[in-house]
């Protein structure tokens, strides 16, 4: 045999260990073959293949001295202790002549024991054979009379050095490879409702079985079992009934597993899951009838999301299942709100683990914010709080000084568009604008012939500069009317105005300064100091801040374009500090009454005399404007008022005379106002 041979010598002993890998064949030959064998010879052959094969030995010669028993001269084959032959002679026709036929072991070893005597008369060859690997065919090498069992408990392959055990349809190879048991369960049942029984149901079922059925459905379904009422699982007593040997078990995650065994069925199982797991098990003994199970699936159930404060949650169903959507709207004039943040719309759905994606918003009342300040004007709370929807707000002008142009207040409702509304209009809150023409004197006591000295808040319009000596009328909280010439030449610097004052020297008067001083643009700038053209003696006056409008200093009106022209014999009020009874000034502030005139009913002395002009004056006493009262006002009572809250409106700007005042011939000329209320509006506007 081939390999090598080591030994290994420990103290005690020598024991020879062959490191070689087992060979498929080999020869093996006497001591000196083809030559003759010495005597006195005692030689071992240890033979090996590899496991899962036999060894079989074929003699191609055999020569040895033959003997009775072979006593002299032997070769003895033992295969594992087990005695095999013992060979010697020449040829077949000797008794212990081994033959043609091979010698076939029970194993994969072999062991040839070669002996010769010490008396060799006549010379023999020995022997020389060859041995080899044959495949044992484990599937038919079982003995019965062994009582070994077959090595696979239904199909058994041969292979070389080896075997394989498979198993008939519908059973499945154990984890011992060689035993079969019956193929039930397995798979997934994953439709949404199915039948599962016991393998031959309702016949007996077979021994030695473990089935596991497993049901996955989609998650958001829950399984239910029921189980039919044919039901038997054998049932062992041991200290009461136990399912020792044959049991079904359903087994939940998360859950304790449940067993059953017995006669009675389990009934109806909810499993509350989509998953479950049962398992079949019976083992070689007893006898169970089995059973049967229907399995159904129903969608997760969430809880009833409840009800919303000041809105509703739609659909309203008895119950909600999974992949319900339910959605929450807000009653008018609430809003929808996800903690501290407004949302748009809300939804939720019924997940597969039965809870709200969302949890519900909450509709909280809205707001319409701070009402906007107004002007002149303030804000006052009627109804509700917080500025909250339907709260009720209502707009007032600071009275007597100002008021809305046509109502008296402005009332505003949080509406649910979160806006200020009114009840009918277009929302905007109308400015507070100046009252006109009223003063705290109402009645101007007639007709005084050359004039009279004005009470305090008589003429609150009445402003006077001292610079060029003018005067002017107050016609909003900023502006002033005024004649051109009185301003001319200072449209680039700041002139100083008085209001509030009947008396120069004693009152305490207001301080006006002008901001902007805008003549009117056809006003022909000629001889200026002394002009000779008063054609459009008109400017206007923008203060540089809001004048505090008091009983003493308030705007008079601007006439309408509808009220008519001036006239003859119409009587209008003019006012000033202006000179009188031939004094140059006057420390008070005076008024008397004038006629007007058609202008070809004035001498004009030889000045221009337009339309934008006319003329008033007094036939028998000469009341008149005179010097310094220039740029003051001509005004008229208006109509439609009654004599409690009489109003009064600027007709005339005192602009120029032709001969000296109070003349009963020539009458003074004044500005006539209507045909300038267009460019009195614009201007005011633009600036
Ligand atoms: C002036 O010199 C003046 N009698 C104003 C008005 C009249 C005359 C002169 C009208 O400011």
Redo the contacts with the bound molecule.
Sequence with gaps: MGGIHLIFCLLWACVNVCECEPVMFGEVSSPLYPQPYPADLKKQWDLEVPQGYQIQLTFNHLDIEPSPNCYYDSLMVVSDKKFLGKFCGQNSTDRYYPGNKPILAPGNRLQLVFQTDDSNHVSHLGFTAFYQAVDIDECTSFSVENESDPPCSQICLNTLGSYLCACHHGYQLRPDQRTCILDCGGGVYSEPEGTISSPGYPNTSPLDLHCVYNISVQPGFTITLNFSQTFHIEQVYNQGPTCLFHWLQVSVPQKAPQKFCGGKSPGLLHTDSHFTQVEYHTDRHGQSQGWSLHYTTQRVQCPNPGRIHNGRVTPNFAKYLYRDYIQVRCDQGYKLMMGEKEIKSFKSMCQSDGEWHLTLPECKIIDCGAPKPLQNGKVQFINGSNNEYLSVIEYHCNEPYYAFEKTPKARYTCAATRKWTEDDSNNIIPPCIPVCGENIEPAFGGRVFGGKQAQLGQIPWQLYTSLTR?GASLISDYWAITAA?VVDGFENTTMSFLGGLIHLTQDKPIKLETEKIIIHPNYKRVDRGNPTNFDNDIALIKMSSKVPLGPNIRPVCLPKKTDGSVMEDMMGTISGF?GFEGKLKSDNLRYGHVQEYPNDKCDSGGLPVTDNMFCA?DDKKGV???????GGPLFHPMLGYGSAEQRYEVRGI????PTK???TIF???YTKVQNYLDWIKETMANN
Aim: hydrophobic content about 15%.
């Design positions: 003018g010439h202006g004056g008149d404007s005179c010097q310094g009262d220039s005192v602009s120029w005379g005042c109070g003349d009458k003074g000329f």
